[in-house]
């Protein structure tokens, strides 16, 4: 089946609801407008139940379907928006300097508002459809704290899928793996502390900028040398700061951040330990020290192989197709949900845009009536109502 046409009737309208989200950006868990604008939107749908405050500020809204199944599917849309000063220049551009909707999640609210709107309308599924808007997806693990606050268990969810918009693909175009698919997603902190002085006196020092700089050239080894070429991983430093800001004084101390992208546990847990072997290691050489600070974050986001032929089936009946999608090095906290239940998490596409996470990033509404249908699409076939 293709798109469907109410959902497609309904673009312009839901189109409208993406905008006015996208003028008012809100950052990790201070969605309070947006969740509040969703919330009303779900009651307004006729929803059977609207839920807040899960997750601190998450939404939760249920549908009944026509009955003859306990089956409970969670469909789940991430609201929050990113630190990044908008140059879209587009009418309706973010209203809150220094913050934009700059990864789509406009688009995927909005995208599940018109397919909960449909749902609700139809109830042409047997069972229960939850739909689950999260804020913090962006750094502050928002899914997590849904799934800490009960949210699986309370409603009995037994299957859960996401959504994500992919610049570069045709609009309206789906794409997914199954198994590992989004990677696991850690920082560092790396203290190194020598001796700082004159820099015109360097033997009276130990120098922190010297063993800073071997300790970066060293940490490159890791994934070259250390990490099975078959396997995926990414390490990079994205920042270094001294505790000096003088052209002519050697630090007493210099910090170290940066980020480790993985798609295996063990491969994990290997550059964990080589990256506090290299820095204590790199600087007791030097006479110095290296305190490092390792911080785990997302896990791997796995999709369910079954959950995932289930959304194959779903983005072939609305698009013609769906394609093997890439792995990602990026991280997606879908993954605390994906931990909890089986699902799988797809991508459709936003045409040829900006990149996500880019000042001049622009969600796609064009793609609105494919996402929808694909949500909609998925419930009826997963909780197929009595004919």
């Known amino acids: 089946m293709p798109v469907r046409n109410r959902l497609a009737e309904l673009q ?33 749908f006729g929803c059977d139940e609207v839920v807040t405050g899960i997750g601190r500020t998450g939404v939760v809204g249920v549908i009944r379907g026509k009955g003859g199944s306990d089956r409970v599917i969670g469909l789940r849309a991430d609201m929050d928006a990113l630190p990044i000063h ?69 409603w009995g969810i037994d299957e859960v899928y996401g959504m994500h918009n992919w610049p570069g693909r045709p609009v309206g175009s789906f794409a997914i793996r199954p198994g590992a698919f989004f990677a696991a997603t850690d920082q560092f902190e790396i203290l ?67 980020t480790v992208r993985t798609m295996a546990p063990e491969i994990r847990d290997l550059i964990e330990e080589r990256i506090k072997a290299i820095c204590t290691s790199t600087a007791a050489a030097f006479g110095a020290t290296a305190e490092v600070t390792y911080n785990r974050s997302y896990p791997v986001m796995s999709n369910h192989e079954t959950e995932t032929a289930h ?37 459709v596409g936003n045409g040829d845009t900006a990149p996500v996470h880019h000042p001049k990033y622009n969600f796609n509404d064009e793609a609105i009536p494919a996402g929808a249908s694909w949500w909609a699409e998925l419930v009826e076939m997963r909780l197929p109502a009595a004919s």
């Open 86 to 154: 908008e140059e879209t220049g587009v009418e309706y551009a973010s209203k809150t300097p220094g913050a934009m909707h700059a990864c789509g999640h406009d688009g995927h609210t909005a995208m599940l508002l018109g397919a909960a709107r449909y749902l609700a309308e139809t109830r042409n599924f047997a069972g229960t459809v939850v739909v689950i808007f999260q804020p913090a997806e962006e750094g502050g693990g928002g899914g997590k704290e849904m799934c800490d606050d009960g949210m699986m268990d309370r």
């Open 311 to 347: 959304a194959i089936a779903a983005a072939e009946k609305v698009a013609g197709s769906c394609d093997e999608a890439p792995l990602v090095m990026g991280g997606e906290d879908f993954a605390f949900m994906l931990e909890e239940r089986p699902g799988a998490y797809i991508l």
């Open 192 to 258: 190194i502390e020598g001796k700082g002085g004159h820099a015109a006196k360097p033997q009276e020092v130990v120098d922190t900028m010297v063993v800073t700089s071997h300790i970066i050239l060293a940490l490159q080894s890791v994934v070259s040398r250390n990490v099975d070429p078959v396997k995926q991983a990414v390490l990079s430093v994205t920042s270094c700061e001294s505790s000096s800001k003088a052209f002519n004084v050697i630090p007493q101390t210099v910090t170290l951040k940066g």
């Open 12 to 44: 312009p309208e839901i189109a409208a609801w993406r905008r006015d989200l996208h003028e008012h950006p809100e950052i990790l868990f201070d969605t309070h407008r947006t969740s509040a604008v969703v919330a009303e939107k779900l009651r307004d």
